[in-house]
């Protein structure tokens, strides 16, 4: 991941300028109006803080992390919040949110490490509480340029999730980049719901 996480470091402005306006609010307001008014939402990985702001200006309590220094300044900037700065494997938070929003973020991490950082985000949120991630959609594992990506397709994850008991997959799509330049890269959408388990 440190890979990863310098790439970030060192590429951050370019990074900002070419995702900061990328419109993604019909997936936002998908995740959101499963949410209770004002929820409490983790913007898990948040880059430039786009979605963070989003959230807050719609009247939720979201709050950013993000493993990158550099990320973090500019997403405290961009969302006159404090982002703070926190590795995936770091959450350690039990019961506390409504929602978590981990976009285009923990494909960063490889299979090996991903299970264990899923785990931490279910016992994250509430029961009941929605999860939103997205991969990369297809069937690779390993370093593209300098970053590390996971790619799934619908039936490799749920194989993969399959152990993981307290999680329904409640909705699923496959969807084009929307930056004009990537239209042809296409990517895993996934709302999962934690369950009442007892």
Known sequence: MSKTIDFYDNNAETFVAGTINADVTYIQDRFL??????????DFG???????????????RAEGVDGSKELCRIASENTGTTVRQMMFDELDEVNAYDGIWAC????????SELKEVLRKM?????????????????D???????????????????????????????DKWVSEDVRPDRRE??????????????
Request: charged share 25%; with cysteine.
């Open 122 to 138: 279910v016992r994250a949120v509430k029961t009941g509480g929605y999860i939103y991630t997205s991969f990369r959609h297809g």
């Open 46 to 60: 948040c880059g430039s803080g786009r979605d963070t702001k989003y959230f807050l200006e719609k009247g939720f």
């Open 140 to 170: 690779f594992e390993g370093y593209i340029n300098e970053r590390y990506f996971t790619y799934f397709t619908e039936e490799g994850f749920e194989e993969f999730v399959g152990d993981i008991n307290e999680i329904k997959t409640v």
């Open 185 to 198: 890269m296409k990517w895993l959408n996934l709302i999962l719901r934690k369950l009442n388990t007892v």
């Open 33 to 42: 109006r499963l949410l209770p008014e004002g929820a409490r939402i983790l």
């Open 104 to 111: 285009s973020s923990i494909l960063h991490l490889p299979k």
